[in-house]
């Protein structure tokens, strides 16, 4: 049973770049949350995608966006990069959107130089 | 505004001892609540829940145990093994709605 993974493992963009991560759900679930885990915090939700449409969304500017495909996968894309954007990126799926218990990938580990 | 709160960044325990990690909250609303573990280079993976109706769950080595009262939780490792050193992340949800995290307790587990 395929868990959620996630690609690339690591990530090297500049200021200014865009860049675009993506994330296979577990098999059998529809629902896929991204968040982003700076050094020494915790997960931040950024938004979260259900029959491929934006179902909630924290506290994030518009250069964060969001798709979720027909098989469920999704990708993350980032415009307009700043530093502070450094951070490991999570991908978690669940059963259901209203399913307390999500389930994480590997992360994406993205450096912003 | 930090809803959710792990103010020890480490604790360190002897194998066989009981580990005791604590959270506290701020939101009321808050239903639902999650420990994760997470190892360096590994996404953060699901221990334990309890809901708001409970004030213990059980899993194992594992007990949480919340305090709705003090808006508190903790998570009862015991015995602590070598193998339970990582990051452990209390978070917390309200109605279904997005989690929150805590910022997390290293735990490290000596012989």
């Known amino acids: 049973d395929a868990g959620v993974t996630q690609s690339p493992t690591h990530l090297i963009k500049t200021r200014g770049q865009q860049v675009t991560l993506r994330c296979s759900p577990k098999?059998?679930?529809?629902?896929v949350s991204w968040y982003q885990q700076a050094l020494g915090q915790g997960p931040q939700f950024i938004f979260q995608y259900y029959e491929e449409e934006e179902r909630q969304r924290g506290n994030f500017p518009d250069r964060f966006s969001g798709h979720q495909f027909p098989n469920y996968s999704s990708e993350l894309n980032v415009n307009a990069l700043l530093l502070g954007d450094s951070a490991l990126y999570l991908c978690a799926s669940s059963l259901a959107p209203d399913t307390d218990t999500q389930y994480f990938g590997p992360g994406t580990r993205l450096t912003v130089l | 505004d930090q809803q959710v709160k792990q103010n020890s960044p480490s604790l360190s325990v002897q194998e066989g001892r009981i580990s005791i990690l604590n959270c506290d909250y701020t939101n009321s609303m808050f239903d639902y609540f999650l420990w994760y573990k997470k190892y360096p280079a590994e996404g953060p993976t699901f221990l334990i829940s309890i809901s708001s109706i409970k004030d213990k769950n059980e899993d194992g080595r594992f007990t949480v145990f919340l305090n709705k009262s003090a808006k508190h939780l903790s998570l009862h490792i015991v015995p602590s093994q070598p193998g339970d050193s990582a990051v452990y992340f209390c978070?917390?949800?309200?109605?279904?709605?997005?989690?929150?995290f805590g910022t997390g307790t290293r735990l490290q587990v000596f012989p």
């Open positions: 098999s059998g679930h529809d629902t």
């Open positions: 978070a917390a949800s309200a109605n279904t709605d997005k989690l929150i």
